[in-house]
């Protein structure tokens, strides 16, 4: 009986990865970047002004999949939350920075936003923060794994075959309904770690065997924003900080053409702005990485899916803000690209309360 349950799953799957597969040929085969005529949805004013509650269904008769590894829901955590809308919401509105805080819906941010249609789930993927355990949690919920642990790593990243849909998958009045009604989720944490975060994994670590990191970008990196040349003749492939710091500062055409170039993978370093349009699209919740222990249960339980399914195993220590490394590697980098750096990453932490990091600007 078991077995034959289990066969008709398998078909089903089979015939759903077939026509997601069909779908991303067609759609996915150039990542769109930036505002180049691409279409934008025009969302309305929210309405997500439901309460916790509200939003936690009556029936949870389903029962836990996955040992729970972080403590448990903290009710206090409403407020903070509600505190992090108002925040954002009014950060909006500033409009000394609001070139750096309004995009547009482009397919480029269609393309980050990940779809849960059985709990009404949008989440926009942010690396460096824990995304892949997200991505678990919302494949365990469209049904095709029992529990997190059983999602193999290599298919957390592989769209085609994961049955987690993008959001820019579907038709612009899907979209528009889906952003409209579904929660709707991103995790942030301080932006500066955040790049230094990106620059280990990418350029220096490249623990997931991802070559053009460091054969493609780096050099093209190194060639525009590298001081001196006579250092890279010494080393040319290995991108430092400072070159790192300096692209990223750049707020002119050139950066821009560059990123158009890279394509998706600028999605490990661009303004959280820029991936999920946080002014644009109304989110019920912004986690931070950085108190991930307390916003992970909070997020399971506003989404109403805890109890469904539980968040990996968070090890200690790994969310803290660490001064000391940021202070490390910016040491040595000239204020100026330091606060060319900041200059357009501000919105970043104006948006989500992140302190200003005077002890590097000053
Ligand atoms: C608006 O943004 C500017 C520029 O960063 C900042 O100095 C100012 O304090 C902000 N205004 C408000 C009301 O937060
Ligand atoms: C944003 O506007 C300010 C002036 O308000 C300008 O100096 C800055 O270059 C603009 N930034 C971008 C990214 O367009
Ligand atoms: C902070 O970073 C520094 C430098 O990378 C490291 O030596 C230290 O162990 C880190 N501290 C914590 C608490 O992780």
Not at 283 to 293: I, P, Q, R
Not at 321 to 326: E, G, H, Q, S
């Amino acid at each position: 009986m078991r077995h034959h349950w289990l066969l008709v799953g398998v078909c089903g799957w089979a015939l759903l990865i077939l026509v997601f597969v069909g779908k991303f040929i067609t759609s996915r085969s150039v990542d769109d970047y930036g505002d180049r005529g691409v279409q934008s949805w025009t969302v309305p004013p929210p309405k997500l002004d439901k309460t916790v509650a509200e939003v936690i269904p009556e029936d949870q008769h389903a029962k836990p999949t996955d040992r729970p590894s972080i403590p448990p829901f903290d009710p206090d955590w409403h407020s903070v939350n509600e505190k992090r809308i108002e925040l954002l919401s009014s950060m909006c509105k500033n409009s000394s920075i609001s070139n750096l805080t309004h995009v547009s819906i482009s397919k480029f941010v269609l393309d980050r936003i990940f779809v849960c249609d059985k709990h009404k789930i949008l989440f926009c993927q942010t690396p460096k923060v824990g995304n892949t355990q997200w991505k678990k949690v919302l494949i365990v919920l469209n049904g095709r794994f029992p529990a997190v642990h059983n999602v193999p790593e290599y298919l957390v990243h592989d769209h085609a075959r994961n049955g987690l849909p993008r959001l820019s998958s579907l038709t612009p009045q899907e979209i528009s309904h889906r952003l409209n009604t579904y929660f709707k989720f991103l995790i942030v944490r301080d932006p500066f770690e955040r790049l230094i975060s990106a620059f280990k994994d990418k350029f220096v670590k490249n623990p997931r065997n991802e070559p053009w990191y460091k054969q493609d970008i780096a050099p093209v990196i190194i060639r525009k924003y590298r001081k001196s040349h006579r250092d890279s003749e010494l080393t040319p492939s290995g991108l430092h900080f400072e070159d790192f710091v300096r692209y990223l500062g750049d707020v002119g055409d050139h950066r821009r053409r560059m990123d158009q170039q890279f394509g998706a993978r600028i999605i490990h370093w661009v303004t959280y702005t820029e991936l999920c349009a946080p002014c644009e699209i109304q989110y019920s919740v912004v986690g931070h990485h950085e108190t991930l222990e307390q916003d992970a249960p909070y997020i399971l339980r506003a989404a109403g899916i805890e109890g469904l399914v539980s968040y990996p195993h968070i090890p200690p220590g790994i969310t803290h803000y660490n001064r000391t490394k940021v202070e490390q590697y910016f040491s040595g980098i000239s204020k100026l690209d330091i606060r060319r750096l900041f200059a357009r990453y501000q919105s970043d932490f104006h948006l989500f309360g992140y302190p200003i990091p005077d002890f590097l600007l000053n």
